[in-house]
């Protein structure tokens, strides 16, 4: 018959303490949606609407995981690890899925050499995130979940249906102890090379869907993420705006994001330093663009020419 976990620390949860204690710092929890937005643009540097904050902790306070699907660059994998660490005041596991995850490599495993000496028991068995992540009664985010097979998928549900883990080598059934415990998965539904998800897996979680950001909100993400110098100008703030925008309605493959915003403001900001300038201008905008903006060969002609058509000048080559 399997047990369920004792009050008293095993070895399973002293091996937890030892590996995994130190990487889950500490804070003070954040659960209300209007401290949570402040807190997330003061002290992580994100623009997040209230509304989906408070979306998000109303699925965590029903015990559902959390769907966040969008297109890159939209923030859903920073996001959504901000908003674990805020709910449970403590750093949350993030593991980047891959069609070969299974529940050994997030559960745990035996050490082959031990496993030999001393049979499968708790002496031999190593901790993975997930499991590290219950006994913490911290989150997880589970990055591209579409990239995983539905086995994974199911046995992920089962674990946030149950908040219960169980490993029958051990005879233990490690159970949540607190709210603290969450899971969120992210996902870009347009991206090639995945797999679906299953109706189970879908009609078990809450679904929150990103988009590109307005444009006044875009811009409050750059200067937030931005160097405090060079300084970016109202018309170049405005030239990166706009093409950002054309590029998303041009049809390439790779459609920029918040974060190549982001990084082609920072990337010109920076030339503009090494040469000497306080401010960035369009050639520093030109000379960096095609390198942060291109991320598919067959997408660079659209690309710079979308760049020479807003900027005026004509952009360097990929």
């Excluded at 596991?93 to 031990?114: A, Q, R, T, W």
């Excluded at 979940?145 to 219960?164: G, P, T, Y």
């Excluded at 169980?166 to 899971?183: D, H, N, T, Y």
Aim: hydrophobic share 40%; charged share 30%.
């Amino acid at each position: 018959m399997v047990q369920e976990s004792r009050e008293v620390l095993g070895q399973v949860e002293r091996k937890v303490e030892e590996i995994y204690g130190d990487i889950v710092e500490g804070r003070v929890p954040v659960r209300n949606p209007r401290l949570a937005a402040k807190v997330l643009e003061e002290e992580y540097k994100l623009v997040v609407d209230e509304r989906i904050i408070a979306l998000i902790f109303a699925a965590f306070s029903n015990q559902r995981p959390v769907l966040i699907e969008g297109p890159p660059g939209t923030g859903k994998t920073e996001i959504g690890e901000a908003v674990l660490e805020l709910w449970s005041g403590k750093k949350p596991f993030v593991l980047p899925c891959s069609e070969n995850y299974d529940e050994y490599k997030v559960i745990g495993d035996f050490h082959p050499v031990m496993a030999m000496k001393k049979g499968f028991n708790e002496e031999s068995f190593i901790p993975r995130p997930l499991l590290a992540a219950m006994i913490l009664d911290t989150g997880v985010l589970i990055d591209e979940i579409r990239r995983s097979s539905e086995d994974f998928q199911n046995m992920l549900l089962d674990v946030a249906d149950k908040r219960r883990i169980i490993v029958p080598e051990l005879k233990r059934v490690f159970k949540a102890r607190g709210s603290g415990f969450q899971i969120v998965f992210t996902s870009n539904p347009e991206d090639i090379g995945q797999n679906d998800l299953s109706d189970a897996f879908l009609r078990r979680v809450i679904r929150v869907r990103f988009e590109y950001p307005p444009r006044e909100v875009e811009e409050r993400i750059v200067r937030l993420r931005a160097l405090e110098d060079p300084v970016i100008t109202p018309g170049a703030m405005g030239l990166i705006l706009e093409t950002v925008k054309r590029l998303r309605s041009s049809g390439i493959i790779h459609k920029p994001g918040s974060a190549e915003s982001v990084m082609w403001a920072r990337m010109a900001q920076t030339v503009a330093r090494l040469r000497g300038s306080s401010e960035v201008t369009i050639r520093d905008l030109a000379t960096v663009a095609p390198s942060v903006l291109v991320k598919r060969v067959e997408d660079a002609e659209v690309v710079e020419r979308v760049i020479s058509e807003v900027l005026g000048v004509e952009a360097d080559r990929y």
